[in-house]
């Protein structure tokens, strides 16, 4: 019997990229994350980081091993199965803030509650601006993603990674774009979303400062954990 | 709820390149209203001619012929004999349907049709030292009317005053003008024969067609059986029936009974018939390259926004849209494209046919033809709106299936 509280569980996995010279991304990678950790991933460039995430976040198929998300095994799942788990349970955040450039900010941020087809359009929009609200985003709902700073379109695009309620998020690099001031404001959202909310948020990020407020370090070399630190 | 959400994201998608959408639904609804145009030309010309056709004859023509030579009288008795009878001469038989008058008394007693005996012939018409030959009809007016449309293109005179005046005979324009004959003028008729009778011209029918007008006599029938030195006999027998789409089925019919040669319109015309089946494929074909080239600034254009929104797709899909939620929406674009240029299709296409209706010209040899006959059944509107609705979701489809298959981690690599 898995754990309830864990929420992201990897078995053994192992990534290579089929090339000319077959290239491993990751290796062997046991990890466990519970509820309401914040998990950032760090590393030198190129050590898998991002890959690791990719795995976790269902968008790429490991090569060997398997990945549970809320105790459920995903390996062999189609690909609309794990868009699905996609759907429902994960939330991601970008480098780049990806937003729909036609859409206003909360359309955007209502696009995923649309798609999972759950509550009313009333209900969808009033959890849309409350999720901006918390964000201090509030006032932005009715602007297009390019009236906005940078700072600006990565709350946004947190606030769309929390609208169906993830049970994870998965950062990567959120800050990577971000000049200090922004960069400390969204550090600082994600360490609210734990603290406050008990939410479970997994970051890759390669800046010493962000790893530091986070509750666990997952240190990776060439494709390997080389250190999992708990503050 | 799923489609609100494809159907609000292919819209903004295609509204934020209104430039480009307009150029590819003005593609589509040129296509679309070429086709309604010329189509309807096309169908509207050749549902005039068959008009023609089907006025200007009778629908239904019998004649003393028979369609297979007659049988031996011992293969009929002896189907499966091993006997061969070779050089056997053919008995030889009066010329004329046998108890025509009996026949055209029954079928005129069928609800709307009109039957009426023929006999024609060749003569030698000869005026003023010049010999045409011609074609002699012998009719009955009364029906004749009915049966052709020579009472309506008559210049001068009547087929009435063929009763009212003795020896009187009806030509066409072409003749009257090759040999100088004018009304009341008396024309010396030769037959094979050898019977020669001065006639009186008491009718000029103008057809518009040459082989008529210059070759085409009507006499009184019983004028015609003295002529042709046939006395109590028809050679056709000329039937008008109430619905022409008929004639075959019922020429058929009457064949089998009487065994005399039966020949509809659509069988005399089969020729003419089979031209506007390669007429239509001729239309078709250019229309159809229209549409093609139309399909190609659908897929241009829903390939293009592919292309610029494989990040978009990346986080769609990163999001939990599925493949095919991603393949829908580009697909719906293609859709809307179709559907948009369908109806301005079928504006364009309405305004060509009013258009066209106001060009006036005559044909040479038509006397009737005034401009373009059309044809303006929803048929056309239908061809083509389907034509441009299927073009579109088959333009689309090879892009949005590239749009589904896009690797969102490809793209988010590629991005960071």
């Known amino acids: 019997m898995s754990d309830p509280a864990l929420v992201v569980e990897t078995r053994g996995i192992t990534r290579i990229l089929q090339e000319a010279v077959p290239v491993t991304l990751v290796r062997d990678i046991e990890l466990r994350v519970t509820r309401g950790e914040f998990v950032s991933i760090t590393g030198p460039s190129g050590s898998g980081k991002s890959s690791l995430l990719y795995l976790l976040g269902l968008l790429d198929v490991p090569t060997a091993g398997e990945v549970l998300i809320d105790g459920q095994p995903t390996g062999g799942l189609t690909a609309d199965d794990l868009a699905a788990i996609r759907l429902a349970k994960l939330g991601f955040v970008f480098q780049f803030h990806f937003l729909l450039p036609e859409f206003t900010v909360l359309q955007n941020v209502m696009l995923p509650m649309q798609r999972l087809g759950v509550l009313s359009e009333e209900k969808m929009q009033s959890r849309g601006l409350q999720l901006l609200a918390d964000l201090d985003m509030a006032d932005q709902a009715r602007k297009r993603p390019d009236q906005l700073s940078g700072g600006q379109r990565q709350r946004v695009a947190i606030a769309r990674a929390l609208a169906n309620d993830p049970l994870v998020i998965l950062a990567d690099e959120p800050t990577g774009n971000l000049d200090t001031k922004n960069s400390e404001i969204v550090q600082d959202i994600f360490g609210r979303l734990v603290r406050e909310q008990g939410r479970t948020v997994i970051a890759v990020t390669h800046e010493e400062a962000f790893a530091r407020t986070t509750g666990r370090n997952v240190h990776l070399v060439d494709g390997r954990i080389e250190k999992d630190v708990k503050r | ?416």
């Open chain 2, 1 to 416: 709820m799923f489609w609100r959400v494809a159907l609000s994201i292919a819209f903004a998608q295609l509204a934020n390149r209104r430039r480009q959408t307009l150029v590819s639904v003005l593609g589509v609804s040129l296509g679309v209203g070429f086709f309604i145009a010329t189509s309807s030309i096309m169908s509207g010309s050749e549902q005039d001619f068959t008009q023609r056709l089907v006025d200007n004859a009778p629908h239904i023509t019998i004649k003393d012929e028979f369609r297979h030579p007659a049988t031996q009288p011992v293969f009929v008795t002896y189907p499966q004999g091993a006997i061969s009878l070779l050089r056997t001469k053919p008995r030889e038989y009066l010329r004329g349907i046998k108890n025509y008058g009996a026949k055209v008394e029954e079928l005129t007693q069928r609800p709307g049709v009109i039957a009426e005996a023929a006999l024609t012939g060749q003569v030698i018409v000869r005026y003023a030292n010049k010999d045409v030959s011609a074609s002699v009809a012998g009719i009955d007016p009364d029906k004749e009317k009915f049966l052709t449309q020579v009472e309506s293109d008559m210049l001068e005179g009547s087929l009435d005053r063929l009763r009212t005046t003795a020896d009187g005979i009806v030509i066409g324009s072409g003749m009257s003008e090759k040999l100088g004959l004018k009304m009341d003028d008396l024309a010396t008729v030769v037959t094979p024969s050898g019977l020669v009778k001065r006639m009186k011209i008491v009718g000029i029918f103008h057809a518009g067609n040459l082989l008529l007008d210059e070759g085409q006599t009507y006499v009184l029938l019983k004028n015609a059986q003295v002529l042709l030195d046939k006395p109590f006999i028809a050679n056709q027998i000329r039937i008008k029936i109430p619905n022409p789409d008929d004639a075959e089925t019922f020429a058929a019919s009457l064949e089998n009974r009487w065994g005399y040669r039966s020949e509809s319109w659509q069988e005399v015309n089969r020729d003419l018939l089979g031209l506007f089946i390669i007429r239509n494929a001729i239309t078709y074909s250019i229309v159809s390259a229209i549409m093609i080239v139309a399909a190609f600034g659908i897929f241009n254009i829903i390939s293009t926004v592919v292309m610029e929104k494989r990040r978009d797709i990346a986080i769609m899909m990163s999001m939990g849209f599925r493949g095919f939620d991603i393949q829908a929406i580009f697909l719906i674009q293609g859709v809307l494209v179709g559907i948009l240029g369908m109806l301005l299709g079928w504006t364009i296409g309405l305004g060509l046919l009013e258009l066209v209706s106001m060009v006036k010209f005559t044909v040479p040899g038509m006397t009737k033809q005034q401009g373009f006959v059309l044809d303006r059944s929803f048929r056309p509107y239908a061809i083509g709106g389907t034509f441009a609705l299927v073009s579109a979701v088959a333009a689309a489809w090879y892009p949005a299936r590239k749009a589904a298959q896009v690797k969102p981690v490809d793209i988010i690599r590629g991005a960071a």
